[in-house]
């Protein structure tokens, strides 16, 4: 069966300022040292299974010209633009009837744009398993990381015990992020893995879910098929995606779904979720510093320094974030990147918009 | 009798990198709130007590045009360029003949041109108190600070327990930069004031001291002054001025001459070595920070940010100086200041002139 890909680049990144910004947010950015962008490396990544005239990228219209500039090869009929924000239910109802229009039925994987992958290859083999199972019956297939510490930050998957269709386990449940205490249990119990936001499905069978538990959404979503290719195919858009509930893809179908199935990944999955990860991602030098750019550190430890041509030196410090850019420099404690968000609410007060 | 000035404005301010520069050194910066430059603000301090024509300036010919730009009233005869820097004696010896080449004798202070003064009606106050007593035998004086915490970065006086000369108390020695246990005993005795750096005495009175303890530079001074107003003047300067000994003032005379008085001083002096003095200046706000220019502080305490337009925004951060400028930035621990050098001896090993 066709595989098709949705990639899903309406994010805005915050939690990456001031590199990231309203006008070119994470996804959009190279945060590793090939230069390329994550979105490009997301695109890449898949090429292997999907050709490019069946990859569509979700994202909202102010970076339309983004992704032309970064992914030539999409077909511009291929870029979806929201309207406005509707969380990931409808953004993959969007793709999946995009795709409807196209195609009898095929595979649909939904994936995120800003997620790095360490090993290309397995993460490849891993699709491919989920395609395998997705093709059967009405299945819904999810990836799932084994975890390697009690993150409190993501949601995670039960699996069932029993292995299902060879790799795969049938999901339990969907548990919200957890308290510390909690994610402890979850990850020594060993049937726990995180929740990456990744999805394989038949169109067909995303579809018939959604008829099934997200009734008004999908007659929405209906409407918009209906007018793909046709000259009021912006103004369906434009009038109806802001009435579709904005609900989000696993509470909305996947925790009330059957045929479940979650495979663990094992290919170097990092969400690049803060600061913090770069340092992951880039490793560390001698003194734990993660270092990019021009700078001088002199008795400096365990810093990410994310310097540009301006030259950053740094005297007698540790567990610090600096970040620079044209016009914006963070100065965090490692600590404390949560909190960055506290500088964009204090931006948004000053309708500071230059720097959001 | 005429009260003359010498103002000695040859020094880098390495400590105040990166805003220092040695394009642009400290004395040329302002650094408080009233857009004053710290030499400017010395010569208006002295105004009251000395006219402008009878103000001399002591630097190094890269900063020639800086005391024209920043001091225009000053003729430019006044600006006295030290072909090289060769410590506090050679550049005082060098004011004292120009000052005895245009009056018989004279009154002559000399004046650090990178301090900063709380009171300066105090401050003139205590200066007309030193003339008095400059005016008279051959007395060398000097103006003394107050200790109130025992600083290990300043040489201290010892001043005999009488007082001479109503409000001046004769000195017992000077010393030198102490550890902070003789620091300690040396504020809580009551007997020590800080060594300013400020001296005034008659030219006739430098000048026979300079004979009596520094003869080969007193007779290179004398060459230096012969040719003042000639067409030799220059190439006299540029042949004669590198062979003076290099030698600070308190060591070549103050330490040995006889006649030598200190005025305690307490009218809020502040030398500004280092940018942990910019907090005494600017004073704090409720979290403990001294913050100018384009900053957003969360969960930031007890830091001093100077920021000029781009944004400087800190989440989580303490004891931090942080101080941008167009092309470097620094980032200190407050208890690590004193390291700065070591990023400048950074920046000369790697031949990074533009950043010095």
Redesign the interface.
Known sequence: MKKTALIMAGGRGERF??RSRKSLPKQFLSLTNDGKTMIQLTVERILPLVDMEDIYIATNKDYKNLVLEQLPGIPKQNILCEPVGRNTAPCIGLGAVHIASKYEDAIMMVLPSDHLIKVPDIFTETLEQACEIASEDTNLVTIGIQPNYPETGYGYIKMNKEISKGTAYSVDCFVEKPNLEKAKAYVSSGSYVWNSGMFIWKISSILSNLQKYLPNMYSGLKNIQASIGTDSEEDCLISTFPTLESISIDYGIMEKASNIYVIPGNFGWDDVGSWLAIERIKGYDESNNTISGNV?A??TNNCIIEAKE????????EN?V?V?T????????K???G??R??LE??REQK?EK?L
């Not at 301006?310 to 410090?317: D, F, H, P, S, W």
């Open positions: 300022w001031p001088i002199i008795d301006k030259l950053i030196a740094t005297v007698g410090v610090l600096i620079d044209d016009d914006a420099l963070l100065v965090s404690g600590d404390f990147t909190n960055i506290k500088v204090t931006l500071a720097y």
